[in-house]
């Protein structure tokens, strides 16, 4: 397993993402929504909204995951963030950086991922967007397309926070 490598801005970015105040906050429907609708367009058992964290990667909305966070370690979200593009892995299984990551060889058995990075206007990608299935699966061009508005909505969600937090 390749555990992701930390952003050069690790500092910067996890400030920005401290200055948000919704790490460990309840669920809200603004992001449950994009998550349910991101689950039903791309016919996904699993759909996250995931801010990555020092030390994990924690869930402000999920979609058929039990838990409400994982370890950084073992987070394909925090591959994602170390990109501006949507990252897509076909087969987790045959992809050197997550064939033997215990999300992959045990529960939730992540097979499919897409991830789009939730980068905040001033630079800072705190997290991601992400779609994931036990099966191998591709996206078109159309679907990324689709998943990357799904990104722009729940990153206006994360701005709107910063908004809230000020006024």
Known sequence: ?????????????????????????PPEERFDRI???????????IVLVTL??????????????????????????AHAILRDEIMV???ALHDPRFADNPLVTGAPHIRFYAGAPLALPSGPRLGSLCLIDRRPRT?????L?????????ALME??????????
């Open 52 to 77: 990555v964290d020092a030390d994990r990667q924690w869930f402000k909305a999920r979609v058929g995951m039990p838990v409400c966070e994982t370890g950084r370690d073992v987070s394909f979200c």
């Open 1 to 25: 397993m390749h555990v992701a490598a930390t952003p050069d801005n690790e500092a910067a970015r996890l400030a920005a993402l401290y200055e948000l105040l919704i790490l460990d906050t």
């Open 89 to 91: 892995v076909d087969d």
């Open 35 to 45: 998550a349910q609708f991101a689950a039903a367009e791309f016919d996904m058992p």
């Open 139 to 143: 996206l078109d061009a159309v679907e």
């Open 158 to 167: 994360l701005t709107n926070t910063v908004e809230h937090a000020d006024g």
């Open 145 to 153: 397309a689709i998943l990357g508005t799904l990104r722009d909505l």
